[in-house]
């Protein structure tokens, strides 16, 4: 089975007859890098370009100021865009940063921690980039949310808004905030805005 993409437009959703095993889909990615690929619950494989300098510089400041906190926190651990879950539902998502409690993570194996682990982050960060569908991010979110993330921020850098989302609530909308304060499980950790926009 060949694994590599020839030059398409991206992003892309393939479908196959069968589902990819996640061995095949670790050596789709593998075959693939840089692009992202995310797994749906049907089995489609999205393949999605690399982000730009301004999506990739954001993105490097919100995890390592979220990778900080947790290291000085030391209740979690933390995971960069290139870090996918396999969620209860049977997809395998990529956050763009991500924050889960030792307590879940030290009993994995050390085969599943090099793999997309199957458990669902605590807390998870989305960035828009300027390619992203709004409604697909936010069909995202309330992916994460169902499959048992506890918190969730959608950060739109364009409307220079920050969607908050949590089980049981509707998004809360923060319009251009000066900074969004971690609740639950990363209660402590505050993320200042103009270090991200800036």
């Given at each position: 089975m060949r694994f590599a993409l020839a030059e398409i437009d991206l992003?892309?959703?393939?479908?196959?007859?069968?589902?990819?095993?996640?061995?095949?889909?670790?050596?789709?990615?593998?075959?693939?890098?840089?692009?992202?690929v995310?797994?749906?619950?049907?089995?489609?494989?999205?393949?999605?370009?690399?982000?730009?300098?301004?999506?990739?510089?954001?993105?490097?400041?919100?995890?390592?100021?979220?990778?900080?906190?947790?290291?000085?926190?030391?209740?979690?651990a933390t995971t960069d865009s290139n870090g996918g879950y396999t969620l209860p539902d049977g997809s395998m998502l990529t956050p763009d940063a991500a924050w889960v409690a030792l307590q879940r993570v030290e009993p994995l194996s050390a085969e599943a921690r090099e793999r997309f682990p199957p458990l669902s982050p605590d807390f998870v960060i989305q960035?828009?980039?300027?390619?992203?569908?709004?409604?697909?991010?936010?069909a995202k979110m309330q992916q994460w949310i169902a499959n048992g993330v506890q918190l969730g921020w959608l950060v739109d850098p364009k409307r220079k808004v920050v969607?908050?989302?949590?089980?049981?609530?509707?998004?809360a909308i923060h319009q251009d905030p000066t900074s969004v304060q971690g609740t639950g499980p990363v209660a402590g950790f505050e993320l200042v805005m103009a270090r991200v926009w800036g």
């Open positions: 992003p892309v959703r393939l479908s196959f007859e069968r589902p990819m095993t996640d061995d095949e889909l670790l050596r789709f990615c593998a075959a693939n890098e840089p692009m992202r995310e797994r749906s619950p049907k089995g489609e494989i999205l393949v999605m370009t690399p982000a730009g300098f301004n999506t990739s510089r954001m993105n490097q400041r919100i995890g390592r100021l979220l990778d900080e906190w947790a290291e000085t926190d030391g209740r979690g960035l828009r980039s300027p390619s992203d569908r709004l409604p697909e991010l936010q969607e908050i989302y949590r089980p049981g609530e509707q998004p």
